[in-house]
């Protein structure tokens, strides 16, 4: 019975964690779309915009995961930047019916998440 109250909590914290990375995401790109509407960005600062949004998410997510859970910190951060990546990917296919990026591109995408998730969480 315990053992089920823990994992409902580690669900919690990592369910938590995700929003907050999705609520930060969305803010950031509102700012972005406000910036692309005032200034008239190019494609190029508008795809780097959108990294960087990616990797500062990431890496917010893995600090905040790797203060909730104190053990193997780069272990969750990673878990968390992978998760972050998959809900984005399902959204993006769900929206666009179908894969529109080539495989290299959704690589470096997922490795960047992961990445940043892992450096948020041995930060922490």
């Known amino acids: 019975m315990e053992r089920t109250e823990g994992n409902n909590k ?7 964690t995700l929003l907050i990375m999705y609520i930060v995401t969305g803010a950031a790109l509102f700012l972005l779309a406000f910036l692309l509407y005032k200034m008239e960005l190019t494609e190029n600062i508008v795809t780097i915009g959108i990294m960087v949004i990616y990797v500062v998410s990431g890496l917010l997510g893995g600090i905040i ?22 809900v984005l990917m399902i959204g993006s296919v769900l929206m666009n019916r179908g894969l529109t990026s080539d495989g290299l591109h959704m690589a470096m995408t997922l490795l960047m998440c992961m990445g940043a998730g892992m450096i948020g969480g041995m930060v922490s």
């Not at 580690?10 to 369910?15: A, G, R, T, Y």
């Not at 790797?66 to 998760?83: E, H, P, S």
């Open 10 to 16: 580690i669900v919690w914290k990592v369910l938590s």
């Open 65 to 86: 995961i790797g203060k909730r859970m104190k053990r193997r910190k780069f272990l969750w951060g990673i878990m968390v930047g992978a998760a972050y990546f998959l």
